[in-house]
């Protein structure tokens, strides 16, 4: 079985920094510890309001991460533009409302499906690999397809967030379904949103889901055992 994947996402870190508005815990550090503790991408979300990372740590991270920086980011053409000049190794698109506290679902591509096609395009002529970050359902995957994005990011927030047993099998099967599908039209599949040290298991036997992106359980462990062991930890769950 091919190895999984494990993005690290350090926003959380640059929430703690912007707290206090101080200079530290610097997320640019914590992309370092990460990487040499087993992740294989950083990911960042660089937010219209600048709520936590900014553009001098999206900065800094292109000129120091040795993997792959991902980032995050809204379809406008503010954020187009700082795509075209850092050039992160993959851009995911990603739904932004000011008033939530985390992103709270995925892109609706196939309502949008001409606006999403021509940032896709737009960032795909700057030789950024295009992924876009939908719900489980076919036809977000199908309208994925067809702007031709290079990836998909399951959002797996209803999965982790599933009151009773039924409905945590029911999500878990649209996101087994969804991956499937992405990766028969030939989509790279990742998948991230609340995914933590218990319920990533269920997920695991996935096959076609290749890359994991996982930022507040792996932070929030860090507290208590560091950041080195945090992420190690999450990288021998994913590679059992």
Known sequence: MTRRRLGVNVDHVATLRQARRTSFPDP?????????????????????????IQERDVRLLRQTVSTMLNLEMAATQEMVKIAYDIKPDQVTLVPERR?????????????????????VQSIKDADIQVS???????????????????????????YCDAALESEQRAELQRIADAARTASKLGMRVAAG??????NIHALIPIEEIEEY?????????????????????MVALLNP
């Open 193 to 198: 949103h609340g995914l933590h040290y218990h």
């Open 132 to 158: 876009l970050f939908i719900d489980p359902d076919l036809d977000q995957v199908r309208a994925a397809h067809r702007v031709e994005a290079h990836a998909v990011e399951i959002h797996t927030g209803k």
């Open 99 to 119: 008033e939530e506290l985390t992103t709270e679902g995925g892109l609706d591509v196939a309502h949008h499906r001409d606006h999403i096609k021509k940032y």
């Open 213 to 233: 992106n996982i930022g507040h359980s792996i932070i929030s462990r860090a507290v208590f055992v560091g950041l080195e062991r945090a992420v190690r930890d």
């Open 28 to 52: 640019v550090a914590a992309a370092a510890i990460s990487e040499m503790a087993g992740a294989d991408q950083i990911t960042v979300h660089l937010r219209e309001d600048r709520r936590h």
